[in-house]
């Protein structure tokens, strides 16, 4: 099944809008949970306890490589797909380089740690991009508003009078979304911006990190994400559920935050549905 029909599903399945972010970081792990085993276990424990209520998980790459635990990523998404086959994975990995080697990013993300969609830079242009887009049963979700303080040195800078992440998100919508497997990044903390992107790109699925530990305004993310049917986003939220207990508790607890935060978003979703 294509990652677009997959979450879709999950949307529905768990009345959720919510993906648990993957980011084991050493020093975080509960006592006990030590190398990459300990990282394995750790998101695992994570995955089983919160996979009813969310529309999908995204590890994020640097935090396993860093710790030469590539194999626990690989094992952990091989895991996602045996238990929990209807929650599609996003791998968090921000790509981007010329053809020749894109190549190989794609065949990294969706062959060997066959992730459903992946997160990509667009900065190198469509050439960069191409590799992924052809993968028409996989996610392309591309950096459009990033949640972080930095985003607007280069992203809101004029660019024949609209901000460059709004060309960014008109040229995706437009021209790149051929297959229908296109997504966009667009921070919880910059909610009107968020707006402009919706406005611009229709019913396009955007994963919007930055609610949690970043401080994102859930209300007004929901204010301006939403999509006429109520699903649409992919509220991504790590620090402040795989860490919401550093005890032996952490997985029950992680299920407690995320279960929170699902129904927090719910309590602000428009069911605007279509007649
Ligand atoms: O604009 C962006 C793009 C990606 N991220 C990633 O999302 C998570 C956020 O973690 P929290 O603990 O929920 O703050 C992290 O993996 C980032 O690399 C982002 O924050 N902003």
Redesign the pocket.
């Known amino acids: 099944m294509s990652f677009m029909t997959t979450l879709s599903d999950a949307w529905r399945r768990n009345d959720s809008l919510l993906c648990v972010?993957l980011?084991p970081e050493p020093g975080r792990l509960p006592a006990g949970l030590d190398g990459e085993e300990g990282i394995f276990t750790f998101c695992r424990d994570i995955v089983d306890a919160t996979a009813g209520v969310v529309c999908a998980f995204?590890p994020?790459i640097?935090?396993f490589a860093a710790q030469r635990a590539e194999g626990a990523l690989e094992r952990l998404i091989r895991h996602i797909h045996e238990r929990h086959p209807g929650i599609p994975v996003i791998l968090?990995a921000?790509r981007g380089d010329i053809g020749s080697t894109a190549t190989h990013y794609a065949a990294e993300a969706f062959d060997r740690y066959e992730a459903d969609a992946v997160?990509l830079n667009p900065y190198l242009g469509r050439d960069s991009i191409e590799p992924f887009l052809n993968r028409a049963d996989k996610g392309v979700i591309l950096?459009c508003r990033?949640?972080?303080p930095g985003?607007a040195d280069f992203q809101a800078m004029d660019c024949g009078g609209r901000p460059l992440y709004l060309r960014v998100a008109e040229t995706i919508a437009r021209e790149w979304n051929e297959n229908g497997n296109c997504a966009l990044?667009t921070?919880a903390t910059w909610p009107e911006e968020l707006g402009r992107v919706r406005e611009v790109v229709g019913d396009m699925p955007l994963?919007v990190?930055?609610?949690?530990?970043?401080g994102g305004d859930v209300k007004a993310v929901m204010a301006h994400g939403g999509t006429r049917d109520g699903h649409g986003l992919m509220i991504?939220?790590?620090?402040?559920i795989i860490y919401a207990s550093a005890e032996s508790d952490f997985a029950e607890v992680a299920h407690r935050a995320a279960d929170d935060m699902r129904k927090l978003v719910n309590s602000f979703r428009e069911k605007r549905l279509d007649p």
């Open positions: 972010g980011d995204k994020q640097a935090h968090d921000k997160t950096l990033t949640s972080n985003g990044v921070g994963l990190p930055g609610i949690g530990a970043q991504s939220s790590s620090r402040a």
